[in-house]
């Protein structure tokens, strides 16, 4: 049962142009979501994130976007650059609870900027 | 530079075999999470330890144990090693507070080959 789903494996644009990575989620108890950037071989790093409360956050090229009614969340990356090449997760996180923080993700989408 | 370290980086061993994993979490982060990537798969979620206790598991097989040490450093025991246990086991760490929005950062992962 996944809970959390990126139902594209994978997405290429072109340089200078908008990527929209996409993700669904189905447990209403997930309260923060966020976004998280992997290149082969290395761990995943922290990209930007946004509370449920809100319905979007940005921070430089990168701007996340939630529609909770809908249980859905994108990735815009404006413009996207040949360095943004990688697997992007989506992970989301419950609320107040007993379990600490703990991150449930997506399968992942393969961006290929091409230059 | 996420602040979480793992050791080792890169481990072959053989089947039957028994391991250890060893993680040191950002500083004053309290909350140890263990993931496992195996080839072509998403994160998936084995345990979280909470300033010396167990709080959560996920997909962990017997076979496999962890704890978390007075001094926040956390072991991860892989033992009786099978081939399908190859794969990136990452460490990361939060706060640990049990309100969601702690962003947790990974390692950059131990690279497990078993043959």
């Known amino acids: 049962d996944q809970q959390v789903k990126q139902n594209s494996p994978s997405l290429s644009v072109q340089e200078g142009r908008i990527s929209i990575l996409n993700c669904d989620y189905t447990?209403?108890?997930?309260?923060?979501f966020l976004w998280y950037k992997k290149y082969p071989a290395e761990g995943p790093t922290f990209l930007i994130s946004i509370s449920s409360i809100k319905d979007k956050n940005e921070d430089g090229r990168f701007t996340v976007f939630l529609n909770k009614s809908a249980k859905h969340l994108s990735l815009h990356i404006v413009p996207s650059q040949p360095g943004d090449s990688a697997v992007y997760f989506c992970?989301?996180?419950?609320?107040?609870?007993?379990?600490?923080?703990?991150?449930?993700f997506g399968g992942g989408t393969r961006l290929m900027v091409k230059p | 530079d996420s602040g979480v370290t793992q050791t080792p980086k890169h481990l072959i061993t053989a089947t039957g075999q028994r391991v250890t994993l060893r993680c040191s979490p950002r500083?004053?982060?309290?909350?140890v999470y263990w993931y496992q990537q195996s080839l072509d798969q998403g994160l998936q979620f084995l345990i979280h330890y909470y300033n010396g206790e167990e709080r959560a598991k996920g997909n962990i097989l017997e076979r496999f144990s962890a704890q978390q040490f007075p001094d926040l450093h956390s072991e991860l025991n892989l033992s009786s090693l099978e081939l399908g246990d190859s794969a990136l086991y990452f460490c990361?760490?939060?706060?640990?507070?049990?309100?969601?929005?702690?962003?947790?950062?990974f390692g950059e992962g131990s690279w497990l080959t078993v043959v």
């Open positions: 990361a760490s939060s706060p640990g507070s049990n309100r969601a929005g702690n962003t947790i950062y």
């Open positions: 992970a989301a996180q419950p609320g107040l609870n007993n379990a600490g923080n703990m991150l449930t």
């Open positions: 500083s004053g982060d309290l909350s």
């Open positions: 447990n209403s108890m997930f309260d923060y």
